[in-house]
């Protein structure tokens, strides 16, 4: 698989968030505005390109009995220096995200991706992999906080948009809109990926008929 291939997979056909659904905790949580969900997702690609990294650096040292248990020791040392950092340099944020950065270290999509890829790829792959999946998940946090804070007070990533008579709708600022919106989202993803499939057959089908016709 080609390296454009090995990222489209993470970011958008086999994306965390909109085909696996996982990391939902992260997701509902801490996407009551697009900031919270931008520096949760940054705080996530981090922590995955240098487990992914070290990971598959590491694949042939590490007994395939044990392999788990040490995946999960290799992210939790750098969730600790997400953690750590954040904590030092952006402390107002570290509030706000809370022990949503802790968690980091038992998400699926994380643990995942050491395994099922990782384990199995060279490191520039592993990398690869990882940016794309980062950038996937960040996306999705990204997109569902900004529709979240867009709708509840009417402003995106802080900046008013609808103005200051916008007033504020609890609804999706609270965890049952985190659900609403989500659903949408899935909605809307689901029906581009359709079409995209649409558009991908009848071009197969055009280079059959063109061929068969040659």
Wanted: net charge neutral; hydrophobic share 55%.
């Amino acid at each position: 698989m080609e390296r454009s291939e090995v990222f489209m997979d993470g970011f958008w056909h086999n994306n965390t968030i909109f085909a696996q659904l996982l990391g939902m905790c992260p997701l509902l949580g801490v996407t009551t505005s697009a900031e919270n969900g931008f520096w949760m997702g940054a705080a996530t690609l981090l922590v995955l390109l240098g487990s992914n990294l070290v990971v598959s650096l590491v694949r042939g040292v590490i007994p395939k009995n044990v392999r788990i248990p040490a995946y999960i020791t290799i992210i939790a040392a750098f969730v600790t220096v997400v953690d750590m950092a954040m904590n030092a340099w952006m402390h107002e944020m570290y509030l706000v995200l809370g022990l949503f950065i802790p968690l980091i270290v038992v998400n699926c999509a994380i643990l995942g991706r050491a395994e099922a890829f990782a384990s199995r790829n060279s490191p520039l792959d592993s990398v690869t992999d990882a940016i794309g999946v980062g950038a996937g998940f960040t996306f999705a946090l990204v997109l569902l906080g900004g529709v979240r804070e867009l709708l509840g007070q009417g402003e995106l990533f802080g900046f008013p948009v609808f103005g200051d008579g916008y007033p504020d709708v609890l609804m999706f600022i609270l965890p049952p809109g985190a659900f609403i919106a989500l659903g949408f989202i899935l909605a809307g993803v689901n029906l581009i990926n359709r079409r995209l499939e649409r558009r991908r057959l009848a071009a197969q089908a055009g280079i059959k008929t063109g061929v068969e016709t040659g």
